[in-house]
């Protein structure tokens, strides 16, 4: 077992179902420890940044522009950005989460459960980092180390 940190974002899509409570707390019902919390208004450069390993990819430019909300109709450029810890913390979000296209997702998901199934892998509702290297530089990209808690 492992004590791992790992990066959650709410997508603007979960923003905008008002479903950003209620994925956290199933996420914390995991019996993992909220962190760092905040809300904040993101640019392209941190999200180029943030995707760094879909730099080349074709669709990069439209996920960035969905994660800035542009999709969604959103006032501004809104995240909610959390850090979860606990026991093997990257791998049972992860699981929780699903697969990355919500219409492959099991139906006890969030993904499954929340994602948008309009054959848009994109509006897959939550971020989650993928591996302990992903996630130690997705925190310190979202995070100052006094935001979050010792
Ligand atoms: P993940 O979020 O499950 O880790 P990644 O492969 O890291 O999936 O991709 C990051 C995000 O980019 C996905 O969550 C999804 O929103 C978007 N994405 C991934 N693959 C595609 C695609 O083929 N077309 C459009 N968007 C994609
Ligand atoms: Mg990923």
Redesign the pocket.
Known sequence: MHMEQTLILMKPDTIEKHLTGLVLSRLEALGLEIVAAKATVTTRALWEEH?A??KGKP?LN??ID?MMGNFNHLPDHRIYAFVLRGENAISKVRAA?GA?NPEQADPWTLRGQFGCIKND??Q?AV?AS?TVEDAAREIALWFKPEEILP
């Open positions: 995707y390993n879909l669709f439209s996920v969905f989460l990355t892998v994109m897959n971020h993928g």
